[in-house]
């Protein structure tokens, strides 16, 4: 059984001489006509999240779209299918915007199709910068198969209870155990991936350590909660050294807990019934400062 944590990991001081390249470029990989939002939302969580570059690689139809929902972002114009959807990428020219940046999120509002599970497999194969997987990127690889997820060790699977059984359904032959926290321990372990299975109670886990959510309420039950989730885990793991590195596991926990509790703040203020993403969003800076501040009371004690 896996050593329960219930410690949530400080966040590092930002140095005075610090710029934006220490605190991490993240690339997002999504979008498709009808999703334009999602990486929007990745991109202005992990900006709110602290990340000093974000980059959203989007097809060309909706570049100029997506880049005037997140003005601090920059995008790039990706090939495209007739229905809106990335199509198959020049293996080289996807791994060197990867290299350009130090950390990946990829999937929100993507699609899926034949191309796009490629896709998903070349970066798990072929990334050497930790990556960050959610929605239809999950998708694709379980269409994909157990070889495509598990490739890499450097990344985070950020499931729903839907994505979590096609996950399971793709790695083992054997109906999902009716407890989350083990089949949360079960894949992370089969893939070696830290698995974030999200819901009521979200559960990490990397296999030997798993910790339980306990921040967040039922208001956060609305479309683009995962994407903000996934900026704010793509923002950990991009920082650089000079700033402060987080393994993929606490760059987990540490997101979870923080989105978690901009939905707490969110429904103090507005109420569960009538929140939405971008409130979560909204709540980032207040939550941030409140482990900026713990962290320095830790400094102080």
Known sequence: MAEQVTQIPLLPQRHTAGHKGDFGKVLVIGGSRGMIGAPALVANAALRSGAGLVRMAVPESIQLTVASLAPCATSLPLDENEDGLISRLDVSDLLDMVEQNDAVAV?????????????????????????VVDADGLNNLAAAGIKAIQACANKILTPH??????????????????????????????????????????????????????????????????????????????????????????????????????????????????????????YLPAAWREQEQRANDALDA
């Open 107 to 131: 999937g929100p509002g993507l699609g899926c199709s034949s191309d796009l599970q490629a896709l998903g497999e070349v970066l798990l194969t072929e990334c050497k910068k930790p990556i």
């Open 161 to 282: 209870p839907g994505e979590m059984r096609r996950l399971w359904r793709a790695c083992f032959a054997e109906e999902p155990p009716s407890q989350r926290i083990t089949q949360a321990e079960k894949l992370a372990q089969r893939c070696h991936a830290v698995v974030v299975l999200k819901g009521a109670g979200t559960v990490v886990t990397n296999g030997q350590r798993t910790y339980l959510n306990a921040t967040g309420n039922p208001g956060m039950a609305s479309g683009g909660s995962g994407d903000v989730l996934t900026g704010c885990i793509g923002a950990l793991l991009a920082r650089q050294p000079a700033a402060g590195t987080f393994e993929p596991f606490d760059a987990a926990v540490l997101a979870v807990y923080v989105h978690g509790r901009c939905g707490d703040l969110a429904a103090a203020k507005l109420g569960q019934t009538s929140m939405i993403a971008t409130d979560i969003i909204q």
